[in-house]
């Protein structure tokens, strides 16, 4: 069981970026995903949630109204879409995959991708 976070890099402030979280060995597509991230120095934090069938998200207040988690359960994919980003949202990007139930607490997320790096520059 795998999961492939993709699409971090370096990016300006007020650019955007598209992160992809596919997911193999097994299919997600009755759990709740999120995202999180962690900065240098900073504990793990949640960024958003999606629930099974994507009709409940929710966001961060940090990310609110830049960022917005989707997913496609035909392909195994959750995506972030990060709008406007801010030097403030640098860090490793983890995607998650959690419970049959709703959750957006990270002890709740069993299986964790290996992180993708979003570097954003003033």
């Known amino acids: 069981v795998q999961l492939q976070a993709s699409g971090g890099g370096l990016v300006q402030a007020g650019g955007s970026l598209r992160l992809s979280c596919a997911a193999s060995?097994?299919?997600?597509?009755?759990?709740?995903r999120g995202w999180f991230r962690q900065a240098p120095g900073k504990e793990r934090e949640f960024v958003a949630a999606?629930?099974?069938?994507?009709?409940?998200?929710l966001h961060a207040d940090s990310v609110k109204g830049r960022f917005t988690i989707s997913r496609d359960n035909a392909k195994n994919i959750v995506y972030l879409q990060m709008n406007n980003l801010k030097p403030e949202d640098t860090g490793v990007y983890y995607c998650?995959?959690?419970?049959?139930?709703?959750?957006?607490?990270?002890?709740?997320?069993?299986?964790w991708g290996q992180g993708t790096q979003v570097t954003v520059s003033s």
């Open positions: 998650a995959a959690g419970t049959t139930g709703w959750t957006y607490k990270s002890s709740d997320f069993g299986s």
């Open positions: 060995g097994r299919t997600f597509s009755s759990y709740v």
């Open positions: 999606i629930s099974s069938g994507g009709g409940v998200t």
